[in-house]
């Protein structure tokens, strides 16, 4: 038999796994819903214009995401935040961050470009 106290841990281990793997999908539809991708990447890798979000931490990504819904920026170029957090609350914020602080790469090659989209061949 199982003692009571490991048992309620095991059930409290599960909660915390099954919540977290809960946000990171939720996190992940918000980040491709809400256009991030466009800008910071399929695998929020960033690029020279824009910033990595892939594994930041979670308490600096919410802290970003406030100060854009306040409409803090530290350069004008961040400004452009503003309008993509003004509809997203703090559920939201804490799911982006949990997708992005722990943001597993697709590997799945569904955003690859094979072939030349206007049919020209090199």
Not at 45 to 52: A, D, I, N, T
Not at 66 to 85: C, D, L, R, S, Y
């Amino acid at each position: 038999m199982i003692p009571k106290a490991l048992s309620l841990f095991l059930l409290f281990e599960y909660t915390v796994y099954a919540t977290s793997v809960d946000a990171y999908a939720l996190g992940k539809n918000l980040y491709f819903e809400h256009g991030c991708s466009n800008c910071h990447g399929t695998n929020a890798e960033g690029s020279s214009y824009y910033p990595r979000l892939a594994h930041q931490k979670q308490d600096y990504l919410i802290q970003k995401l406030n100060a854009f819904k306040k409409g803090i920026a530290m350069t004008q170029k961040q400004e452009i935040m503003f309008t993509f957090v003004k509809p997203l609350d703090q559920k939201d914020f804490k799911n982006l961050s949990i997708y992005l602080s722990k943001l597993k790469k697709d590997t799945s090659k569904k955003y690859d470009i094979e072939e030349d989209l206007l049919g020209v061949d090199f």
